[in-house]
């Protein structure tokens, strides 16, 4: 039905994540008459997200990529280079009082595995 850029507010994020700060969108997809359950419909967008992900694979140039966060009619899914206090300024939907959830959950990981990039090392 229709494709929307995703409002975010990148000010606060550090030089990383701006860099690498992808083009983030949100597309709307209307249930077809034929298709009468939730459950259904959900693997039917299961099935056309990874049927869609395999033909676009083939058809991205090599500097590029994309990846589908959700592709769900139940869930919305925000993902990024964030902390966990950046997400809601990040994302400005979140504080937009028109937007509402039952739930929100924030996963936050620290790797240990990783060297430190050249911006953040000490003199």
Known sequence: MAWRKVPTN??????AARLSMPEIQQVF?????????????ER??????RRAENELTSLVL?????????????????????TTEQVGQFYLDIENSLFESAIALVHSRFSTNTFPSLGTCAS
């Open 10 to 15: 990148y000010k606060m994020l550090g030089n």
């Open 29 to 41: 997809i209307k249930k077809p008459d034929s298709v009468k359950t939730e459950l259904e419909f």
């Open 44 to 49: 039917k967008l299961y099935i056309l997200r």
């Open 62 to 82: 090599e500097d590029e990529s994309f990846y589908f966060a959700s592709l769900s009619s139940r869930t919305i899914v925000y993902k990024g280079m964030l």
